[in-house]
């Protein structure tokens, strides 16, 4: 079955310094992989994709993530965290293949520090 | 990407009423999908809804508690029926753009005393 693993419910780091926030998938083949942001009383909104190509793909607010194929992972990255970063982030992913749903990861939340 | 409206933007009912959503896209799409947020919880598809055609729910999920309407390309509404407090989440709606990317609207947020 397919499923996406964000082993952390919360992480904090300093204003200024790097973040990642890590996600692992369950799909067999070559899923669609996305990082989703949340912030408060709003929807989700689309940060980022990977579909093929390059390991390292760039998103929205200078988010970054690396697909590690051998890993199963997508982890959602950023040089240089800001206050305004603060909120819920969702991994998710699709296999276009099969059946075509998106699966969503439990939500990470995100804690910058001033 | 398309731009995804929804009404109302939250609201507070009382058990064993209905509430309808309504979900409004700029843009004409084949499938708009519900999803249901609950409280500190992930989203759990609710069902996909083409037009002309019966919605498909997902498990656990059934028409009599959310019918969902879908009169042409653009527009579709979720009704939550019969509501207990249970019912209190975040309803969001759904389009695809052409490369699999799904686009969510502001969502609704709902409480049912």
């Known amino acids: 079955a397919q499923s996406v693993a964000q082993p952390e419910d919360q992480v904090n780091v300093a204003e200024g310094n790097p973040l990642t926030v890590k996600c692992t998938y369950s799909v067999s083949g070559n899923p669609y992989l996305f990082w989703y942001v949340q912030y408060p009383n709003r929807g989700l909104q689309f940060l980022l994709k990977y579909i093929t190509g390059d390991n390292l793909v760039k998103g929205s607010y200078g988010f970054e993530a690396e697909f590690n194929k051998s890993q199963t992972s997508f982890h959602l990255k950023k040089p240089s965290a800001l206050v305004s970063d603060s909120a819920l982030y969702f991994c998710?992913?699709?296999?276009?293949?099969?059946?075509?749903?998106?699966?969503f990861g439990k939500g990470t939340r995100l804690h910058i520090l001033p | 990407s398309a731009v995804i409206s929804q009404k109302p933007s939250r609201d507070i009912c009382q058990r064993g009423t209905s509430l309808t959503i309504q979900c409004q896209v700029d843009?004409?799409?084949?499938?708009m999908f519900w999803y249901r947020q609950q409280p500190g919880q992930s989203l759990t598809l609710i069902a996909t809804a083409n037009q002309g055609s019966e919605a498909t729910y997902e498990s656990g999920f059934v028409i009599d508690k959310f019918p969902i309407s879908r009169p042409n390309l653009t527009f579709s509404t979720l009704t939550v029926s019969n509501m207990s407090p249970e019912d209190s989440s975040i309803y969001l709606c759904?389009?695809?753009?052409?490369?699999?990317?799904?686009?969510f609207g502001p969502g609704t947020r709902l409480l049912v005393l």
């Open positions: 998710a992913v699709r296999d276009r293949w099969r059946d075509d749903k998106i699966i």
């Open positions: 759904s389009v695809d753009d052409s490369y699999g990317t799904q686009y």
């Open positions: 843009s004409q799409v084949t499938m």
